[in-house]
């Protein structure tokens, strides 16, 4: 069975300092992983999609199969990017399963 | 305008009511989903349904029920309402094979 782990419930850095969000994975077939973010009082939307190799506001994330892993980074925090994360696998017929998230919280 | 619509945005029930959760998408896609929020256990997924006449339970459906009316309604019904199924609800639907969901912004469900 797919599983998805984000191992810190909160991170706290200051505005500037380089950021990364842990992920790993265990699923047995070719992954595909994305990032999404919560701000508050807002919906979960969509940050990134490891297919698509893309930086969305300063985040990447790059998957590394040896490891299982999918961590997010930004090496510059910014206040703005407090929220929540979360970190989620698709499986077999566009099933996503999600971590228990992380909260980044970004001190002036 | 919002793509996908939940109602009620909060709700405070009974134990032992039952309550229908709605969800509504304007985004055309086939694929609509119910996960519930908890704290410490991030997003479960409850059923999905891949079109109209599809319908799927998933890690957490005991409890729930689903009823995909239309193409974009997709609604979630707890028969008899109880304390351990106070949670955020979240619904959100996939275009087929895109990967990437869109969220709704949750109905805060409180069961007393």
């Known amino acids: 069975a797919q599983r998805v782990t984000q191992p810190e419930k909160l991170l706290s850095v200051f505005k500037g300092a380089p950021v990364e969000l842990k992920c790993n994975y265990s699923?047995?077939?070719?992954?595909?992983l994305f990032w999404y973010v919560q701000y508050s009082r807002q919906r979960l939307q969509l940050l990134l999609r490891h297919i698509s190799r893309e930086s969305i506001k300063g985040f990447t994330a790059d998957l590394n199969k040896g490891e299982t892993s999918f961590h997010l980074k930004k090496p510059f925090a910014q206040e703005e990017d407090s929220a929540m994360y979360y970190c989620a696998l698709e499986s077999s017929g566009d099933k996503l399963t999600f971590g228990t998230g992380t909260r980044l919280a970004v001190r002036p | 305008d919002a793509d996908v619509t939940q109602t009620p945005r909060n709700r405070i029930t009974k134990t032992g009511k039952r309550i229908m959760l709605e969800c509504s998408q304007t985004?055309?896609?086939?694929?609509m989903y119910w996960y519930r929020q908890d704290p410490g256990l991030g997003l479960r997924l409850i059923y999905y349904?891949?079109?109209?006449?599809?319908?799927n339970k998933g890690e957490i459906s005991d409890g729930y029920s689903v009823s995909r009316q239309a193409q974009a309604k997709f609604s979630l019904s707890l028969e008899s309402a109880i304390p351990n199924q106070t949670a955020l609800y979240f619904c959100?639907?996939?275009?087929?094979?895109?990967?990437?969901?869109?969220f709704g912004s949750g109905t805060r469900l409180t069961v007393v």
């Open positions: 349904s891949f079109d109209v006449k599809d319908i």
């Open positions: 699923y047995s077939g070719s992954p595909e």
């Open positions: 985004k055309g896609h086939d694929r």
């Open positions: 959100a639907t996939s275009d087929t094979g895109s990967g990437g969901y869109t």
